[in-house]
């Protein structure tokens, strides 16, 4: 190796010259940011990684748990009680749902079997460090039958999306995350839209016409549309609608009502069963997203 | 070699395997979970910016990279930000090696904090180009913390290269 900007004399071997080696690890780099971005290939590497790595992760977290085991018997009690509420939760946040679906008469057109719902507990370990993006890491991973692709809740609504699974971990794409849409209805008349995340910890309603039927104080819940998350679970709710005639659409801002941002227990629910295949039509040729989660940024209204 | 060049101080051969345990530990050091703290320095890219300057010859480019691409996994980032962000912060502290030696810490710090900015706004370039949300304007607090514990890392990474204090009058080195 030589020093930047010194060339050493030629009679000593030093390897390439720094710019060449700049160039050659530059390259590389822009070539492995390209093939994760745009492609998604490089998940494999990432989970080798990730696993060696673990055990150091692990390591790291000794002083912080040795810290929190200070915390009293009462509190370990609270701690399970409210792991207990969490499994029941799930149930209780669709019922709310129910009693909506009940009053339109929607059940009595549709009586699609509802899917039984299971989950799985997990701990939010913590936030993962890229400040660029939304992402919690939990405790369960592959080990524990966790999928990419599953939905996460709590016990107020929906928190977001498994991202990518590591043999003991989980990732986390919350709502807020700028990649992150998902389809919901509007509670109230049963208006469906999609909601992506638009960062600072909010979320912004896409596409809806600027004389949509949206008020502030509107709950949104899932439509069960996308086929991965079921329908009716708590989302949002609606804190600003601003509707300039100079756009096409009106900008809708929600807040998450789960507790995206903050850490604590989480439920895994269980993979849906598949939604019948749409039928075949001239779309049919248009790739669709793998899971149904990652749509790609669209043109802001 | 001496600490700064303008010291009197002459500094043991430094010990390749030392340098490795660093590095290391400023993996560690990053893996603890701070979440969205603001003004946590990056460890390995002060300690990557360190060695590069006073060993420009042992730690280059190929470390920052490897360490990069370590970090890539464990932040949950995208693979290749942080490779390309410590290969480009290798190449310029390894640049400014020769030069800010001679000035004493705190105009070292001064000189490698443009780097650990610059290193910030490559990640920033990366990831806004892919579409990612702006982290806000706190997230660079974490340079100027970087930036201000160059005066207690230099020390701290010396401390196995400075001379036992005895003094030998026949050889007053």
Redesign the interface.
């Given at each position: 190796?030589?020093?930047?900007?010194?060339a050493p004399p030629p009679f000593f071997k030093?390897g390439p010259a720094?710019l060449v080696?700049?160039a050659f690890?530059?390259s590389?780099?822009?070539?492995?940011?390209?093939?994760?971005?745009r492609f998604h290939t490089?998940e494999w590497?990432?989970l080798a990684?990730?696993t060696i790595?673990w055990p150091?992760?692990r390591?790291?977290?000794v002083p912080?748990d040795a810290a929190g085991d200070f915390q009293s018997s009462l509190l370990k009690e609270n701690e399970n009680l409210r792991r207990g509420k969490l499994g029941t939760a799930n149930l209780l946040l669709r019922q709310q749902h129910l009693e909506q679906e009940n009053k339109r008469l929607r059940a009595l057109l549709d009586m699609r079997a509802r899917q039984p719902v299971e989950g799985r507990i997990a701990e939010i370990?913590?936030?993962?460090?890229?400040?660029?993006?939304?992402?919690v890491?939990i405790d369960k991973g592959i080990q524990h039958g966790i999928r990419a692709g599953q939905a996460v809740v709590d016990d107020v609504g929906v928190i977001g999306q498994v991202a990518?699974v590591f043999p003991l971990i989980a990732?986390v794409l919350l709502l807020t995350?700028?990649?992150q849409a998902i389809p919901v209805e509007v509670q109230r008349n049963g208006l469906r839209a999609v909601l992506a995340?638009a960062?600072?910890g909010m979320m912004e309603l896409r596409f809806l016409a600027a004389n949509a039927e949206v008020q502030v104080g509107d709950v949104l819940v899932t439509s069960g549309l996308d086929g991965v998350y079921l329908p009716g679970l708590p989302v949002a709710r609606v804190v600003k609608v601003d509707r300039d005639s100079a756009y096409s659409f009106a900008r809708i801002t929600c807040a998450p009502l789960a507790g995206v941002e903050r850490h604590g227990l989480a439920l895994v629910l269980g993979e849906r069963t598949a939604l019948p295949p749409r039928p075949d039509d001239v779309l049919s040729t248009v790739e669709q997203p793998s899971r149904g989660k990652r749509v790609k940024?669209k043109a802001r209204p | 070699m001496q600490p700064t060049h303008s010291s009197r101080r002459i500094l043991l051969p430094v010990r390749n395997w030392f340098i490795a345990l660093t590095l290391f530990l400023a993996?560690?050091?990053?893996?603890?979970?701070?979440?969205?703290l603001p003004g946590i320095p990056d460890w390995v890219a002060l300690v990557l910016a360190f060695w590069c300057v006073h060993q420009?010859?042992?730690v280059?480019?190929?470390a920052?990279?490897a360490l990069?691409?370590?970090m890539d996994?464990?932040?949950?980032?995208?693979?290749?930000?942080h490779?390309?962000a410590y290969?480009?912060l290798a190449?310029?502290a390894?640049?400014l090696?020769?030069r800010v030696l001679w000035f004493p810490l705190a105009q070292q710090a001064l000189h490698v904090l443009p780097l650990f900015l610059g290193m910030q706004l490559v990640?920033?370039a990366?990831?806004?180009l892919?579409?990612?949300?702006?982290?806000?304007v706190l997230?660079f607090l974490s340079s100027f913390t970087a930036a201000l514990l160059w005066h207690p890392v230099t020390y701290l990474l010396l401390i196995p290269q400075f001379r036992p204090e005895d003094k030998d009058v026949h050889r007053p080195i």
């Open positions: 190796m030589s020093v930047v900007g010194h030093r720094p080696r700049l690890f530059v590389l780099s822009l070539t492995l940011l390209i093939a994760d971005l490089l590497a990432r990684v990730a790595a150091l992760q390591a790291t977290w912080i370990l913590y936030a993962a460090r890229d400040p660029f993006s939304r992402r890491i990518r990732e995350d700028k990649d995340g960062g600072a940024k | 993996l560690l050091l990053n893996l603890i979970p701070f979440g969205r420009p010859l042992k280059g480019m190929a920052g990279f990069g691409l370590a996994v464990v932040d949950a980032s995208v693979m290749g930000q490779a390309l290969v480009l190449f310029a390894a640049g090696s020769r990640m920033l990366a990831r806004m892919g579409g990612a949300e702006f982290p806000g997230w």
